[in-house]
């Protein structure tokens, strides 16, 4: 008969005495799978926002498009902080994956609108119906946080995600700006007079809305659920998914994409339990631990769910102190970084300028860039985001650890943005030198703070039960923060060029930056909810059913099925020296043992 821990080999490792979970590597391909559909949708409007604004013929003065641009922006932000909350909480009632799809949905409803906006309301408006219909920031933070159950996996996990988002940033951009007015840049095979010729950003939002398409559909029959509650009901489009993938593999009765949440239940049972012979499955063929101050009888044992609804804590109890302080830290990260994603662009865009410079501050102009060129900026930029997601963050994590990783990064962007519009006034060949050092470390920046951040915020939650409500109101906090930064920025940055400092807007950004620096020094990286791993062991075996070992607690005599010496402990060879032998009693009786070795 194979033992509990034969059976785990290479696939469980232990821990403080019980079992790893292993890393969900297929779910969260699934998920990110998913995820990627949206950066290229959303990354894709960047490289032809400004000439977009512009065929709409709104303003004669160029200086003005950074607002517009700056309001088509933040339209998704602001819509997306009005239901944020909404969405987090509906997420904790109705399960985390439907809210995933109604998101991808969403987006692709409103690209498809904005594809064919033919004026700046319009696009405003598409803007605006997709940040409604989209609450998956705060809602993927909580999906992965829930696949994640050892705190180990933790720097893996989180950039996963990131890194999914740097490699839609490099699709989105390329695609965005080669497929920006096709009559244009492939006269031969879209010729004018088409509807691609009346609306010439419509191309690239009808390729993003079919690529949303195919995540709704991968969503729909692949992502499982991962709500505490949720998880173990029925879903019949991943049934209808482990079907379809049946017809693909050689054996057709084993799913390939792993177990859900009721057959890693019972996989668990059996490896406590084994296989024992009828007179041992009883609970009087086993020794019992209880507490010498209880009664010899156990009360029955609580169903799950009641449980966790009792130990749930409530909205109020979840907002602890460093939960606060994680979500202002990642509102004023989401401020001024989507400042500088919505200026560089601008920045790029804008004609150089031959008015004169009087320095340290007064100088104007840009780089007079065309869509193309800045598309494959900005794919180089997401190309190296994705090497420093895989290598760098998780290396630098596991050295310094999340919150003094935060911390550094925190301080290093105000330096940036006083930097960044310097840039202009290099020798021409060194400009897109300066550009590209700029990028490297505004780009590594992020990549090490986003995550950082949500692994503060993940393991300052007091229960996964209200981590929903938590990355809600984070998603929420940082939407109104992304809303408020481009806007804010476009009209610093209009009012500079009038005024003639280009440079207004990001200097205003590292102000904000110097805000978050200090506020970081507040955060602490206390225990979390991961951290307490003798707890969590024993709470998975009483959930399991009766617990095996309790802390403390004197052995009761008991009817048992084979001799046991009431006053001197027995080895377990003397013990389990019949044929029929159970495993599992024997793990109690050695338990019984150890405890009553260390008492005397």
């Known amino acids: 008969m194979p033992s509990p821990s034969a059976s785990y080999s290479g696939q469980r490792s232990t821990r403080f005495g019980r079992k790893v979970a292993p890393f969900p590597t297929q779910q969260l391909f699934i998920l990110a799978l998913c995820r990627i559909c949206e950066p290229i949708a959303f990354m894709s409007i960047f490289p032809y926002i400004y000439y977009m604004i512009l065929s709409f013929k709104i303003t004669k003065d160029d200086r003005q498009i950074a607002i517009y641009a700056g309001m088509v922006t933040s339209a998704f932000a602001f819509a997306e902080f009005s239901t944020g909350v909404v969405w987090g909480r509906l997420s904790d009632r109705v399960g985390r994956k439907p809210i995933l799809l109604t998101g991808l949905a969403g987006t692709g409803l409103s690209m498809l609108i904005f594809g064919f906006a033919p004026s700046l309301p319009v696009a405003l408006l598409a803007r605006a119906l997709g940040g409604l219909l989209n609450g998956n920031i705060g809602v993927l933070q909580t999906t992965v946080a829930e696949m994640i159950t050892e705190k180990e996996h933790q720097p893996r996990a989180y950039s996963i995600m990131p890194f999914v988002w740097c490699l839609g940033s490099i699709l989105g951009p390329a695609l965005g700006g080669a497929l920006a007015d096709p009559c244009t840049s492939y006269p031969y095979l879209f010729p004018r007079g088409t509807i691609f010729d009346r609306f010439p950003y419509l191309l690239p939002n009808l390729v993003c809305a079919v690529v949303l398409a195919c995540g709704v559909i991968i969503g729909i029959l692949f992502l499982e659920e991962t709500h505490e509650e949720k998880k173990h009901h029925r879903d019949v489009g991943l049934e209808v998914g482990r079907w379809i993938l049946s017809k693909f593999s050689s054996k057709p009765d084993e799913p390939l994409f792993g177990k859900g949440g009721d057959a890693n239940l019972e996989e668990s049972r059996s490896l406590l339990e084994d296989e024992q012979p009828p007179g041992y499955r009883t609970t009087e063929g086993s020794p019992r631990i209880a507490c010498s101050q209880g009664s010899s009888s156990d009360p029955p044992p609580q169903p799950l769910d009641e449980k966790r609804r009792r130990s749930q804590p409530s909205v109020r109890e979840a907002f602890t102190k460093q939960v606060v302080l994680n979500i202002i830290g990642y509102g004023i990260l989401a401020y001024h970084t989507m400042s500088f994603d919505q200026l560089m662009p601008v920045f790029l865009s804008t004609p150089q300028s031959h008015e004169s410079i009087s320095l340290p501050f007064k100088f104007t102009g840009g780089f007079g860039l065309p869509t193309k060129t800045i598309g494959f900026i900005m794919s180089l930029q997401g190309l190296y985001s994705m090497f420093a997601q895989i290598f760098l963050f998780p290396l630098i994590v596991r050295r310094f650890g999340s919150l003094n990783t935060f911390r550094f990064v925190a301080m290093t962007y105000p330096l940036l943005y006083i930097m960044v519009p310097y840039i202009v006034l290099l020798p021409k060949p060194l400009q897109m030198v300066g550009v590209g050092m700029c990028l490297v470390w505004k780009i590594t920046a992020g990549v090490l703070a986003y995550p950082a951040n949500a692994i503060l915020l993940t393991n300052s939650a007091p229960s996964l039960m209200v981590l929903g409500v938590i990355n809600g109101i984070a998603a929420s906090t940082a939407s109104l923060a992304r809303a408020f930064g481009p806007t804010i920025s476009g009209l610093v940055h209009a009012v500079g060029l009038r005024l003639g400092y280009a440079g207004l807007a990001w200097w205003a950004s590292g102000i904000v930056g110097i805000i978050g620096a200090f506020e970081s020094l507040w955060m602490e990286e206390g225990p979390g909810r991961l951290d307490n791993v003798p707890e969590d062991s024993i709470d998975e075996e009483a959930d399991l059913g009766e617990p095996y070992l ?37 793990i109690v009786v050695d338990a019984v043992n150890t405890g009553s070795k260390s008492r005397n």
Request: charged letters at 25%; glycine letters at 2%; proline letters at 19%.
């Open 550 to 586: 309790e802390p403390y607690c004197e052995p009761e005599p008991v009817e048992a099925t084979f001799p046991i010496a009431e006053t001197t402990p027995l080895a377990p060879a003397e013990v389990f020296t019949g044929e029929h032998s159970s495993p599992r009693s024997k």
